[in-house]
């Protein structure tokens, strides 16, 4: 008996055709067999979110998945969307705020705040904590994380208030 699978999944957009161990994590085909480092491995066991990614468009965390069970499904990680430009505005108000340091945690972050700024976008600063509570930093004691999200969340609600009032954004 063959001890790989064959999965058929979209990794970012693109068609993809593996071979994968059966007990294979996801965020380890990611980063083994695609080469997509930017999701990290800290805990491997659901606690930090460093390995968050997206499947079915629906943050999960890397490390509880398997790769079969991303077999015929949709997987975006944080290459895929820095590269498509959908949370520019996130990465640089994270420059900005400077809510990184060692940056380890960072693109678990951002995975997760750029969920919450796309299903809450009237998230209050106490929701934004909840929401990322679930997302381990050991360095920036999160008040400059939870900035940079605040203030991507007031700049888009800004600009759909220009954009209702017919002024361009
Ligand atoms: Fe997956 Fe920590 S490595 S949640
Ligand atoms: Fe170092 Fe968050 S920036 S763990």
């Not at 659901?46 to 949709?74: E, P």
């Not at 990184?100 to 693109?107: M, R």
Request: charged share 25%; with cysteine.
């Amino acid at each position: 008996m063959s001890d790989t699978k064959t999965i058929h999944l979209t990794v970012n957009g693109q068609y993809r055709r593996h071979e994968v161990r059966p007990r294979q994590h996801l965020v380890d085909f990611l980063r083994e067999e695609l080469d997509l480092t930017g999701s990290h491995l800290g805990c491997e066991h659901g606690v930090c979110g460093a390995c968050t990614v997206k499947l079915d468009g629906a943050i999960v965390r890397g490390c509880l998945v398997l790769a079969v069970q991303a077999d015929g499904k949709s997987v975006q990680t944080i290459e895929g969307l820095s590269e498509s430009g959908a949370m520019r505005d996130l990465q640089q108000a994270f420059l900005n705020r400077n809510a990184l340091q060692c940056g380890y945690c960072t693109s678990g972050m951002l995975m997760a705040a750029s969920e919450l700024i796309d299903t809450q976008p009237d998230a209050s600063r106490e929701q934004v904590r909840q929401w990322i509570s679930g997302n381990y930093c050991r360095c920036t004691g999160y008040q400059a994380i939870v900035d940079a999200i605040c203030d991507v969340l007031a700049d888009r609600r800004d600009a759909g208030v220009r954009d209702d009032k017919g002024v361009a954004a």
